[in-house]
């Protein structure tokens, strides 16, 4: 069965600052990954996912993930962060071909002025 | 487009009570599910659909039935609601289930509490 961890509850950051919010999956098969990001008392909003190809993948809003097979990871980051980017960041995985997605528990990011 | 709609956006139940949660979408998508949100859960799949006439169990259907007569509608029946039912719930849809383009498309929560 497919999971999906999100190791840190919170992440705080600086403006300007770099940031990194962690994803680690287990699926059997070929991983599709996601990222979606959910502002206060609204939906989930697609970010960015990787199917195949480039292991870096660049998505809305400036941010970009990197896949990495042998750690099981894909990270989200963004070069500079914006307090606009404070939200709850969630990633998700779908088996090959599957239908059900499952998603990690999300990760609450603040950026600090 | 509307995109992903959801009524109502808050509902106050008795326990044993029963409704239905309504989604629509009008972008013509194949695959639509129904997700609860509860704090430090993330999102959990309770029922999906890969076309009309066609739904399927997630991870949490106990409790909840679902149909989909049209492509655009999908509701969510609560049958007999308990407490434990308390929680935000989610449609989305993709255009299929298709990796290539299915990236899904959230409504906006119905947030449900069931005394």
């Known amino acids: 069965a497919q999971s999906v961890a999100q190791p840190e509850d919170q992440v705080n950051v600086a403006e300007g600052n770099p940031l990194t919010v962690k994803c680690t999956y287990s699926?059997?098969?070929?991983?599709?990954l996601f990222w979606y990001v959910q502002y206060p008392n609204r939906g989930l909003q697609f970010l960015l996912k990787y199917i195949t190809g480039d292991n870096l993948v660049k998505g809305s809003y400036g941010f970009e993930a990197e896949f990495n097979k042998s750690q099981t990871s894909f990270h989200l980051k963004k070069p500079s962060a914006l307090v606009s980017d404070s939200a709850l960041y969630f990633c998700a995985v779908s088996p090959d071909y599957g239908q059900n997605f499952v998603f990690g528990p999300g990760t609450r990011l603040s950026v600090l002025p | 487009n509307a995109g992903v709609t959801q009524t109502p956006k808050f509902q106050v139940l008795k326990t044993g009570q029963s409704m239905t949660l309504q989604c629509a979408q009008d972008m013509n998508h194949e695959y639509m599910s129904w997700y609860r949100q509860d704090p430090g859960m993330g999102l959990r799949l309770i029922h999906y659909?890969?076309?009309?006439?066609?739904?399927d169990q997630g991870e949490v259907p106990n409790g909840y039935n679902v149909s989909r007569s049209t492509t655009e509608d999908f509701p969510l029946r609560l049958l007999s609601a308990a407490p434990s039912q308390t929680s935000v719930y989610f449609c989305?849809?993709?255009?299929?289930?298709?990796?290539?383009?299915?990236?899904?498309?959230f409504g906006p929560g119905t947030r449900l509490t069931v005394l």
């Open positions: 659909s890969v076309g009309a006439g066609i739904t």
């Open positions: 699926v059997s098969g070929n991983p599709y």
């Open positions: 989305a849809s993709s255009y299929s289930s298709n990796p290539q383009s299915n990236e899904q498309f």
